[in-house]
């Protein structure tokens, strides 16, 4: 992703990074599935604008305290627990998972509700390979989630709060008439500060950033920083028009936000089956630039410049050549490499695409069948916890070991899938347990023991200064 990283953030030295790619159609997008007995769907949940989208100029903009009070309450955070490969942790006692002691990470994002049985849109680098899903709501409820689908290509992820009902929902607009200068602004969860909110305006729209996946974001000066990630970019009358998904590593007020019709595009598929699949080609390319231009002896800038060829792909079995510059898809002339990365998106394994590209300053045609995508794999930290801390594992109680410290006991592990998990962390010396001063590690642990099934009060040292925390019983 070059100089870019990705706008989510974590409490325990972690910071993920993102791969960088109506009612009509919409209410089809965000409505519940028809009843098996044939009843008619549900309305849509959704709030929107009715099509087709007038610019925001056009709409009257509201003052901007009106506008944060109408559109806060859509606004989530979202916070994972993820566990790490087992890095490195100072000596402690002989642990059950693995003989090592164990981190987990709390990442923070953000998100916003779509639909008012608690279905929320964030990033997908904001999930990555989490056990443990909590999104609160801007009135400070708080609900576990699930992953209804994930889309890493183009970086989204579809949740399903759990007993959540009745929720107020986001206007989703249209990213198509945005111009540059028109006012944003962005609310999110940064550093997990709490709702906060910032404003900019659109600095340039179908932003290349050569990702590869998606070459066409919308570019803000509105303040974008980690934890941002998944959160809505709201036009000036309050309706979403993109996600905060990225920001620039080297630069200040330079920041990107997925466009929200990408989205809408693909969310019935990602809601009905948890997944989008695409036809996959089996080659990379670029832009084509003035000076490469010249070289390829084409007229001007055209196209994509093929960089690679997947062997045994769709483009290997063509004849496919670095070099070769792909002109034309199904009829359509590509102008810019971001084009036919967006034809492509759209299509689908066993479609047959016609293309015409140019080698030696010829053109050539051939009629391309897609392959299926490959499926997303989770990484391999999370291979590596699944073989190394299986579910059976015998744990402690509340799936902590501590040690003694000079005052109470000192936390050394913490099982990534037990009640402590991202609320202690490894280091919090803790001082008392439900009103009483805790005497020592095994104090600690026959304590919790005895405890077990039931909510806790501890207050601990955590980095030098005390604090209350309360670990709920599962």
Not at 287 to 293: D, G, K, P
Request: aromatic share 4%; glycine share 12%; net charge neutral.
């Amino acid at each position: 992703m070059g100089r870019l990283r990705a706008a989510a953030w974590a409490c325990v030295g972690f910071l993920g990074t993102a791969p960088l790619a109506a009612c009509d159609d919409r209410a089809a997008a965000l409505s519940p599935p028809p009843s098996p007995r044939g009843a008619a769907s549900a309305p849509c949940s959704v709030l929107r604008a009715e099509s087709p989208p007038e610019p925001p100029a056009a709409r009257g903009a509201m003052t901007l305290p009106a506008l944060i009070e109408q559109v806060r309450p859509v606004v989530v955070t979202v916070t994972t627990l993820r566990a790490p490969s087992f890095p490195d942790g100072r000596a402690g006692p002989a642990l059950p998972f693995d003989g090592r002691v164990q981190r987990v990470e709390r990442a923070i994002g953000s998100g916003f509700v779509i639909a008012e049985e608690g279905l929320v849109l964030t990033s997908d680098h904001v999930i990555g390979d989490a056990f443990g899903i909590e999104v609160q709501l801007s009135d400070e409820r708080a609900f576990e989630a699930t992953v209804v689908g994930r889309d890493p290509t183009l970086d989204v992820a579809l949740l399903k709060l759990l007993g959540a009902g009745s929720l107020r929902v986001a206007s989703l607009g249209s990213s198509a008439p945005v111009r540059p200068g028109d006012g944003v602004i962005v609310i999110g969860s940064p550093f997990g500060l709490g709702p906060t909110v910032t404003r900019g305006i659109i600095s340039a729209t179908s932003r290349p950033m050569g990702t590869g996946n998606l070459d066409g974001f919308l570019q803000t000066d509105a303040a974008i920083n980690p934890g941002n990630s998944g959160g809505p970019l709201f036009d000036a009358t309050g309706q979403v028009i993109g996600i905060a998904t990225a920001i620039h590593a080297d630069g200040r007020g330079i920041s990107f936000a997925l466009p929200i019709d990408e989205v809408l595009e693909i969310l019935p598929e990602l809601r009905e089956t948890g997944r989008v699949d695409r036809g996959r080609i089996g080659i990379s390319f670029q832009e084509v630039t003035s000076q490469l231009a010249r070289v390829l002896r084409l007229p001007g800038r055209m196209g994509a410049l093929i960089t690679e060829v997947e062997p045994e792909g769709p483009g290997s079995r063509l004849g496919f050549r670095p070099g070769d510059v792909i002109t034309s898809v199904e009829g359509h002339r590509v102008e810019h490499a971001r084009e036919l990365a967006r034809m492509l998106r759209r299509a689908k394994p066993g479609d047959e695409v016609e293309l015409i590209y140019k080698r030696d300053g010829a053109d050539r045609r051939a009629t391309m069948k897609l392959d299926p995508s490959a499926p997303h794999e989770p990484s391999s930290s999370w291979r590596a916890l699944e073989d190394r801390a299986p579910r059976d594992a015998e744990q402690p109680p509340f799936g902590v070991l501590a040690s003694d410290a000079l005052e109470g006991a000192r936390i050394e592990s913490i099982a990534p899938r037990s009640p402590a998990a991202g609320r202690l962390e490894v280091g919090d010396v803790v001082l008392d347990l439900n009103g009483a001063p805790v005497r020592g590690g095994a104090d600690l642990t026959a304590r919790l023991g005895a405890a077990a099934h039931k909510d806790l009060l501890l207050r601990v040292r955590r980095h030098g200064a005390p604090r209350y925390l309360a670990v709920p019983a599962r």
